[in-house]
Nanobody
């Protein structure tokens, strides 16, 4: 079992930056997949970025070149650095962790980008 707690959300102007953190309650060393998802009001939850234990990453087309996902296994934390934010990035951002058996989610952190 692992609990995930997101932090770092808030209100920012367009063009600004935020760094989201996802802190896990135990070691993430053995967790192969960790990702960030987002859900805007009235829309489905979509993947933003994910990272594997070996370090390979993947990004949604809408955030490529602006967002960077990283993981620090020593701190049991995954980060999402978000630059050049746009109003359409406004959403609740969720952290996700998957091993061979389980699928864990955090409760989310709100990101609001004003124009």
């Amino acid at each position: 079992q692992v609990q995930l707690v997101e932090s770092g959300g808030g209100l920012v102007q367009a063009g600004g930056s935020l760094r989201l953190s996802c802190a896990a309650s135990r070691s993430i060393f053995s967790i192969n997949y960790m990702g960030w998802y987002r859900q805007a009001p009235g829309k489905q939850r979509d993947v933003v970025a994910y990272i594997f234990s070996g370090g390979s990453t993947n990004y949604a087309d809408s955030v490529k070149g602006r967002f960077t996902i990283s993981r620090d296994n020593a701190k049991n934390t995954v980060y999402l650095q978000m630059n050049s934010l746009k109003p359409e990035d406004t959403a609740v951002y969720y952290c996700n962790a998957r091993d061979s058996v389980h699928d864990y989610w955090g409760r989310g952190t709100q990101v609001t980008v004003s124009s």
